[in-house]
């Protein structure tokens, strides 16, 4: 079951469980949420982007993934998208070769966001990453 967390005017925060679903879930609430802020135009790229880092979290961590969304005056024309999980170790970016099915998702957030990292947290680990919000 999801479980949102907060939805105010500057951010929305939702819990997935570790379970197969999770993904196409936490995809439907961002497009949902960029929708609302009317944000469609970042809908795809923010959705795919979640999807990888989603993904991510499914293969190697166990507890509920994280997924928060923040735009706010304070953040210099930038939507904060982050990804959490409980699994402490921060994401290993890959070189994936021409006919490798995965490895390519931590590159396609670096080359398609404005800026992305890594933070340790209480528990786990956050993954973020920043798209520019259109004019």
Do not use: C
């Not at 379970?19 to 949902?32: F, I, S, T, W, Y």
């Not at 800026?115 to 786990?124: L, Y």
């Amino acid at each position: 079951m999801i479980g949102v967390i907060d939805i105010e005017d500057d951010r929305a925060e939702w819990t997935f469980p570790a379970a197969p679903d999770a993904v196409r879930a936490a995809r439907a609430a961002v497009r949902g949420r960029l929708r609302a802020w009317d944000l469609d135009s970042l809908s795809d790229l923010a959705a795919l982007l979640v999807s990888e880092l989603v993904t991510n979290s499914l293969r190697y961590a166990t507890g509920p993934i994280g997924v928060r969304l923040v735009r706010s005056p304070h953040l210099d024309g930038v939507l904060l998208v982050e990804v959490s999980d409980p699994l402490p170790d921060p994401p290993r970016a890959r070189v994936a070769g021409p006919d490798d099915e995965s490895g390519r998702g931590l590159q396609l957030v670096a080359h398609a966001s404005e800026r992305w990292g890594t933070r340790p947290g209480g528990e786990g680990k956050t993954v973020w990453f920043e798209l520019a919000l259109p004019e």
